[in-house]
């Protein structure tokens, strides 16, 4: 079975500085992981994701996510935050084996709260 | 491009009463099509997915429906609507037949019922 972990409810950070939201998976097969963000009253935008490669994967507005399989996990980064990146942060997965419906499984979110 | 509607924004109904909510996709011909709730503004339920016309799958046994009437369309319906259905519901769809693509979704449709 395919499970999401997000740990944190909420993570603050003050502007400028870098933030981390953290996110650990379990499925069966290979992992295919995705973050994405959602803004109030609005539906989620994809921001990045692995599939394989780079551990590193690299996404809109400045976000970064690295990929670590022994510790199945799939953090989001950005090196500077802004207060216009406060939001809802969802991690995602889905088995690489799956057909048919491609379901995916959704954390259950944590809310960024950056500061000025 | 693809786009993807959701109608209406926002609904309040009674309890007991229908709903209809639709879904529609434009720029993309026969992809996956999902319904998600989304309740207190957190996590994601997925309630029912579609693979093609008629093709419904249900996630999780409760009084809604759903229905996919045309390739692009899809529909999200209950015949007495309980307190409990309040939430945020959002439409996704996918395309491809590998697993490794994003889903892109709807703007949402505000459910409260009263």
């Known amino acids: 079975a395919q499970s999401v972990a997000q740990p944190e409810d909420q993570v603050n950070v003050a502007e400028g500085n870098p933030l981390t939201v953290k996110c650990t998976y379990s499925v069966s097969g290979n992992p295919y992981l995705f973050w994405y963000v959602q803004y109030p009253n609005r539906g989620l935008q994809f921001l990045l994701k692995y599939i394989t490669g780079d551990n590193l994967v690299k996404g809109s507005y400045g976000f970064e996510a690295e990929f670590n399989k022994s510790q199945t996990s799939f953090h989001l980064k950005k090196p500077s935050a802004l207060v216009s990146d406060s939001a809802l942060y969802f991690c995602?997965?889905?088995?690489?084996?799956?057909?048919?419906?491609?379901?995916?499984?959704f954390g259950a979110g944590t809310r960024l709260f950056v500061k000025a | 491009s693809q786009t993807i509607h959701q109608w209406p924004a926002t609904l309040v109904q009674p309890v007991g009463s229908p709903l209809s909510l639709e879904c529609t996709v434009e720029?993309?011909?026969?992809?996956?099509l999902y319904w998600y709730r989304q309740a207190a503004g957190r996590g994601l339920q997925l309630l029912f997915y579609s693979v093609g016309i008629g093709q419904i799958s249900s996630e999780v046994p409760q009084n809604l429906s759903a229905s996919r009437p045309q390739d692009r369309q899809f529909i999200l319906s209950s015949k007495k609507l309980l307190l409990s259905d309040s939430g945020f519901y959002l439409c996704a769809w996918y395309s491809g037949r590998a697993g490794g693509n994003e889903q892109f979704f709807g703007p949402g449709t505000r459910l409260t019922v009263l």
């Open positions: 995602a997965v889905r088995d690489s084996r799956s057909t048919g419906g491609f379901k995916t499984i």
């Open positions: 720029g993309t011909s026969n992809p996956n």
